[in-house]
């Protein structure tokens, strides 16, 4: 169970959203929201005035900082400080991109309310949100090591590769196989794993310490 009160920030540009955002998370007992800001830079700014937050809910595109900038920024002078993307779209290319500046995971803007709390308990316990990405075998066993799986050597190579910025091909190149085998693995994997996305993979692998996030 639960027990402390976990302090959060939300980071989005559109007014209505976020108000509403705060609302709602306010009325959770296990969550303290200290406050709201429009962009990364507001961010920078509330932070001066205000007590340090356990998870930053942050939007992707903004205006004057966007949420890739403002994560970098956050994890160089708060590494504490976790961060969970608010996207309105599935998309890889924006989540892998966030992750790599440090995001602990991310959350579909269309999340219930309740949803959204336990992405954001999960973040503040584990370190890693992972369930907006992958289906419900992987969700039943998430608090466990996946004893039952087993991965090749090939497999967990191609699985690290995937937490860097290579595309496929190039993945391929490095591995010195062709394309279709690459499919294959990252098929393979997805089938073992029962993930979805590329953006599945890369957390898993950081959960299961597979792949390190730089500090």
């Known amino acids: 169970m639960h027990q402390r009160v976990i302090k959060i920030a939300i980071v989005d540009d559109h007014t209505l959203f976020r108000n509403g955002v705060a609302r709602m998370m306010d009325e959770f007992n296990e969550l303290d929201v200290l406050f709201e800001a429009g962009n990364g830079q507001e961010l920078q700014q509330r932070l001066q005035r205000h007590e340090l937050p356990d998870v930053v809910l942050m ?10 900038e403002a994560t970098l920024w956050l994890k160089a002078n708060y590494p504490q400080v ?7 779209y599935e998309e890889d290319k924006a989540v892998l991109k966030m992750i790599r500046n440090g995001a602990s995971g991310y959350v579909l803007k269309e999340a219930s309310p309740l949803n959204l709390l336990d992405a954001i308990i ?28 087993r991965l090749t050597g090939k497999e967990t190579e191609f699985l690290r590769l995937c937490c860097s910025e290579l595309t496929y091909k190039e993945i391929a190149d490095l591995m010195f196989v062709s394309p279709r085998t ?30 390190k996030m730089p500090v």
């Open 59 to 68: 939007d992707i595109n903004m205006p004057v900082m966007d949420g890739y």
């Open 182 to 211: 690459v499919d294959n693995y990252r098929e393979s994997l997805f089938l073992k794993l029962s993930l979805k996305s590329r953006s599945g993979l890369i957390l898993y692998a950081i959960r299961e310490e597979i792949f």
């Open 122 to 149: 999960t973040v503040d316990l584990k370190g890693v949100f992972i369930n907006e990405l992958v289906s419900g075998k992987l969700m039943h066993s998430a608090q466990h090591k996946h004893d039952d799986i």
């Open 82 to 88: 976790k961060v969970l993307a608010l996207s309105m």
